[in-house]
């Protein structure tokens, strides 16, 4: 009882200094985490103290340097929210040149190394632009070709202008790099829980007009996913005329308007073709062919 005493008066004394400011080496030393004051309440009270409920104090105790809490729990104390990073790809109708979209939070500055990069890439840009929704800001870049300047159709171009930014966005802000697929090849930190293939694919076929059709593409992000998207429609002959690239953190969400022989696909046409992007997006990756 003295013992259970003399820790009591130890601890209240030290929870009387930490609101004074003064450290004192000689006892436990206390600091914030997951462990609440009603535990702290009930010891005190079975201990025979009084202790007024004016004050909740968020306490940790370390007992000659060794921490008290669990591992799992001071992980979940340093965790920090990242906000969704977002890379939008829009091409508009009646806008001239291909519009970029780019979000992560409220934490992206200027982007001028951004917009370098991609004039490195043959592109003349403008930033458009910057808006603040829910403490989200997004800013928005003009893009077009400086060699014919109109707006970037060439998925290849597309997937370049993709992964620059994306790339960047991974060097300033590393923290981003767990919500991103690409973060497990350029970033410090890989995601922690990558999404189900199977679940996260999403493929439909739509008529947008006479002579194109709109395909949409959702499934897990991944290093050159456009290209390849696009070589097996080449395979079977459907042209891509240009696409929309909606990067949302882990999940892609593409827009490919296509044809096949100059008019929109055919309802078996399309059925040919979702049939061979979903066998393609769900198998697993082996790192070679697969027959």
Known sequence: MA????????????????????????????????????????????????VSRRRRYTVLCTLDGVDSLSPALK??????????????????????????????GDRLGLLIDTMKALKDLGLDVV???????????????????????????????????RLTIIQNLIKYHPESSERLAMGEAFGIKAPKKKPDVDIATHIHVKDDGPKRSMLYVETADRSGLLMEVV????????HVESAEIDTEGLIAKDKFYVSYGGAALTRSMSQVLVNCLRYYLRRPETGEESY
Do not use: W
Request: aromatic share 6%; glycine share 4%.
């Open 75 to 104: 992980d979940e104390q340093e965790s920090v929210s990242i906000p969704l990073p977002i890379v939008q790809i829009i091409q508009d109708p009646e806008c001239d040149a291909t519009t970029v979209e780019i979000s992560f």
């Open 3 to 50: 013992i259970a005493n003399a820790f009591c008066t130890s601890l209240r004394s030290a929870i009387s200094d930490a609101d004074s400011g003064v450290y004192s080496p000689s006892l436990p030393q206390f600091t914030a985490s997951k462990l609440h004051s009603s535990a702290v309440f009930h010891t005190f009270s079975n201990s025979g103290v009084a």
């Open 127 to 161: 930033k458009g632009v910057v808006t603040t929704q829910d403490s989200v800001k997004k800013t928005q870049f003009l893009i077009t070709r400086l060699d014919t300047g109109r707006k970037v159709e060439d998925p290849d171009l597309l997937e370049n202008i």
């Open 231 to 238: 070589k097996i429609m080449a395979d079977i002959n459907i």
